[in-house]
């Protein structure tokens, strides 16, 4: 998922039931849905059931009606874990690489990741 899609995000479409995530705004404008993984599952649904009754947001502001902005957080850990030029969105390509690993076909990546088209490898490209 893009940083955009996870601050977004609302209980309202989380479905810890079926493990499923349905994105409504994404940078294609295509809804689409994502899998909960079994190590996401367990937190999100302890997350769940200790939110602020309140909100919608998955992730909300500590004071206001809003989306959390994480991106001072993610910049603070990231220098305490000494990774140098590593950004929010380099996440998604480890992403990529682990589905891969794990046998992912590429055309269930892209539609994990929300990309209309993979890129296509030098060799492909090249012909």
């Known amino acids: 998922m893009r ?3 996870i601050q977004g995000l609302r209980w309202a479409d989380v479905d810890l039931g079926r493990s499923l995530v349905v994105l409504h705004k994404t940078k294609n ?9 079994s190590a996401v599952r367990t937190p999100l649904l302890n997350h769940s059931e200790a939110r602020r009754p309140k909100t919608e947001w998955v992730f909300p502001h500590r004071t206001e ?7 001072g957080a993610f910049r603070g850990a990231a220098d305490r874990a000494a990774l140098k030029d590593f950004r929010f969105h380099d996440l998604r390509h480890t992403a990529a690489s682990y589905l891969a690993m794990s046998g ?3 055309a269930e990546i892209a539609a994990v990741l929300g990309m209309l088209r993979w890129p ?6 090249n012909r």
């Open 29 to 37: 404008r295509e809804r689409r849905a994502v899998p909960i993984s």
């Open 104 to 106: 992912a076909t590429t």
């Open 65 to 71: 009606d809003r989306p959390l902005d994480f991106d």
């Open 120 to 125: 296509l490898r030098a060799e492909a490209r």
């Open 3 to 5: 940083r955009g899609e």
